[in-house]
C-alpha cells in the first residue's frame, strides 16, 4: 500500500508541476500576442489556430498510446514539452516571430492532450477501485489550487520580467516533473494487451465498448451536454451578468472565479478525508441541486437589478462558492466511475472519444451561449441552460435506474 500511495503521490506532484506551468504560459502568452499585435482578433485567430488540431486528433490518441507503457509515455510528453519551452527561449532571446510561436504552440498543445490521456490512465492502473474517489478529491484540490494561483502568478512574472524569462522558469518546471515521475515504480499490465490488432479495428472496438454499456453511454451523454450547456459560464454568462448587466468592474469580476476555484478546494479536501458519504449514489441529487443554485441565481439577477448592484455581487460569489463545492462533488465521483467501469484497456480510446466529442462541443456551447444571451439576456439564458440540464439528468438517471 505504501508503494501505491509513493506511486500515486508522484503521479499528482508531477500533473501539478506541468499544470502550474500550462496555467502560467496560457496566461502569459494571449498578453504577449496582444502586446506585440496589439489586435484582440490575431489573438483571437491565434488561439483557435492552436486548440482546433488537436481537437480533431484527440479522437484518435487514445487507440495510438493504449499499446505502449503509461509511463513512458507522460515522461517523454514532458521532457519533448521542457526541450520546446527551452527551444523557444533559445529562439526569442534574438528573434520575434509569431509563426514560430504558433508551430511549438501547437506541438505543446498536442503533445498535452497525450499527457492528459496518459496520466488518467496511469492514474486507474496505480489506484485500486477502493482509492480512487478520495485521490481524484485530492487531485481535484491539488489542481483548482493551481488554477486560484497559477493566473495571479503568472500576470505578476510578466508584468515584472522578460517573456523569455517566463519560457525559461515554465520549461524547467516541466524538466523537474519529469524528473518526478521517472521515481513512479510502474510495469505495463500485460494481461490487457491483445494480440493482432489493427488502428481502425481498435477505434471502431472502443467506439462499440461505449455503445454496449447502457451506464457509461448515457453518463458519457450526460457530459457532453454538461459540456455544451455549462462550460460556457466563463466565457458568456458570468461576464454578461456581472460585467455587461450590472457593471461591476473587472477587477472585482475576478473574485467570481476565485470563490468557484475556492469551492472547488473545499470539496476536494473533503473528499479526500471523507470516509462515509457516498457522492455517487447521490449524483442525482447533487446535478439537480447545482443547477438549481445555477438557476436560483439566474432569476435573483431579475429580481435584484432595481437594487444596489453590490448586493447582487456579494450573492453572486457567495453562489459561486457553493456552485464550485458541488461541481467537484459531481465531478469526482463520474470520474471515478468512469475509471471504475471502464476496463482499463478501453480507457485510453475512452477517454480520447470523451475529451473529442465533449470537448468539441464547447465552442459551439459558447456560440449558442452568446446568441441566445444577445437577444435575452445572460440570466435568463442561464435559467435556460440549467432547466435543460435538470431535465437531462432525471432522462438519463431514469434510464439507468437499476444500476444507480
Known amino acids: 500500500m505504501h508503494n501505491k500511495e509513493s506511486n500515486i503521490i508522484l503521479l499528482l506532484l508531477g500533473r501539478a508541476v506541468s499544470l502550474f506551468g500550462s496555467t502560467i504560459y496560457l496566461i502569459v502568452l494571449p498578453l504577449y500576442i496582444l502586446n506585440i499585435t496589439n489586435n484582440l482578433k490575431t489573438t483571437g485567430i491565434f488561439f483557435a489556430a492552436v486548440n482546433l488540431p488537436t481537437t480533431i486528433i484527440s479522437i484518435f490518441i487514445g487507440t495510438i498510446i493504449e499499446k505502449f507503457n503509461k509511463k513512458n509515455i507522460i515522461l517523454i510528453c514532458d521532457f519533448l514539452t521542457s526541450m520546446l519551452y527551452f527551444i523557444l527561449f533559445l529562439y526569442f532571446k534574438n528573434f520575434s516571430s509569431l509563426t514560430f510561436l504558433f508551430l511549438i504552440s501547437l506541438i505543446i498543445n498536442i503533445i498535452s492532450k497525450f499527457f492528459e490521456i496518459a496520466s488518467k490512465v496511469l492514474f486507474s ?21 493551481i488554477m486560484i494561483i497559477g493566473p495571479v502568478i503568472g500576470t505578476y512574472l510578466f508584468a515584472t520580467f522578460d517573456f523569455n524569462l517566463i519560457l525559461m522558469l515554465v520549461s524547467l518546471g516541466y524538466f523537474l516533473s519529469f524528473l518526478q515521475e521517472l521515481f513512479i515504480k510502474y510495469k505495463k499490465n500485460l494481461n490487457i494487451s491483445r494480440g493482432e490488432s489493427s488502428f481502425f479495428r481498435d477505434f471502431k472496438e472502443g467506439i462499440s465498448h461505449i455503445r454496449s454499456n447502457k451506464i457509461i453511454l448515457n453518463f458519457f451523454v450526460l457530459v457532453m451536454f454538461l459540456n455544451f450547456f455549462i462550460a460556457n459560464n466563463d ?13 461591476i468592474s473587472e477587477k472585482l469580476f475576478g473574485f467570481s472565479a476565485t470563490s468557484y476555484g475556492a469551492g472547488s478546494v473545499f470539496a476536494g479536501i473533503f473528499i479526500f478525508y471523507n470516509n462515509k458519504f457516498k457522492f455517487l449514489k447521490k449524483l442525482k441529487l447533487l446535478f439537480v441541486l447545482n443547477s438549481s443554485l445555477m438557476c436560483l441565481l439566474g432569476l435573483l439577477s431579475i429580481i435584484l437589478f432595481k437594487y444596489n ?3 447582487y455581487f456579494a450573492v453572486f460569489i457567495f453562489f459561486d462558492f457553493l456552485i464550485g463545492m458541488i461541481t467537484t462533488f459531481v465531478n469526482v465521483p463520474l470520474i471515478s466511475s468512469f475509471q471504475k467501469n471502464v476496463e482499463i484497456e478501453y480507457q485510453s480510446r475512452f477517454f480520447s472519444l470523451l475529451s473529442f466529442f465533449s470537448g468539441g462541443l464547447i465552442p459551439l456551447g459558447v456560440l449558442y451561449a452568446g446568441y441566445l444571451s444577445s437577444y435575452i439576456g445572460a440570466d435568463i439564458t442561464y435559467i435556460i441552460n440549467n432547466m435543460a440540464i435538470i431535465v437531462i439528468v432525471f432522462l438519463v438517471f431514469r434510464k439507468n435506474k437499476k444500476y444507480l
Request: glycine letters at 6%; a negative charge; hydrophobic letters at 30%.
Open 235 to 247: 466565457e458568456i454568462i458570468n461576464p454578461g451578468i456581472l460585467i455587461k448587466k450590472y457593471e
Open 309 to 311: 448592484h453590490y448586493i
Open 125 to 145: 492502473e496505480i489506484n485500486t477501485a477502493e482509492t480512487l474517489e478520495k485521490y481524484n478529491g485530492l487531485q481535484s484540490f491539488i489542481e483548482n489550487t
